[in-house]
């Protein structure tokens, strides 16, 4: 289930680089009005120099309400649906078949969800308990190994910009501050959900 890293990946918008194609279906302009933008973007998660997957991010108002990222090889896609930056809902197309069979619903913490399959035929069934404790759990283990790493992206990040311009310092402590701060929240609410 590699969806859940490549999520908390997107939400942190790094690792990806500008598209050289534009694989995701293209918005008709008729229906974009100017209070919306779409950001095409692709990556390369193996590292061999070619593209391996594409992401499509929208705002309202410079918010982001919508990112979907396909796989460029098997078509499988995920699209997370967000509101006041937090992410509410993802679907997900498990097999590449442009139909999206999972439908994941969170509260206001990433880490309280429901999941339901969803058929063509309309019918919703909620996955089993053993199922959604495995997810939980799952996705307890990735938040937590990559939260330090989101904070040692971060620091490389001011490091390089202090050492260009030493002038940046005051606002790059308020950004270490902050992140270290939004590390340790998050970590708290995990041991606190995993104890319930
Ligand atoms: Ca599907």
């Known amino acids: 289930m590699k969806y859940f890293a490549a999520s908390l990946l997107i939400i942190f918008s790094v690792l990806v680089s500008g598209c050289r194609s534009t694989p995701l279906a293209e918005s008709n302009p008729e229906e974009m009005d100017s209070s919306l933008r779409i950001e095409r973007k692709c990556g390369d998660s193996d590292n061999d120099g070619v593209d391996d997957y594409a992401v499509n991010t929208t705002y309202r108002n410079n918010k982001r309400i ?25 679907e997900d197309d498990t097999d590449g078949d442009g139909f999206y069979e999972l439908l994941t619903i969170y509260g206001d913490d990433i880490s ?82 995993s104890n319930k």
């Open 66 to 90: 919508l990112v979907e990222r396909t796989d460029l090889k098997t078509k499988v896609s995920w699209r997370m649906y967000v509101v006041d930056a937090k992410t509410r809902i993802l």
């Open 112 to 193: 309280r969800f429901e999941r339901f399959r969803v058929s063509p035929n309309g019918r919703v069934i909620p996955v089993s308990k053993s199922e959604l404790q495995a997810l939980k759990k799952e996705q307890e283990e990735l938040t937590k190994a990559f939260l330090p790493g989101l904070e040692e992206a971060v620091n490389i990040m001011l490091d390089k910009i202090e050492a260009e311009d030493p002038s940046n310092t005051n606002s790059s402590d308020w950004i270490r501050e902050s992140t270290d701060e939004f590390v340790n929240d998050e970590l708290k609410k995990l041991e606190k959900n």
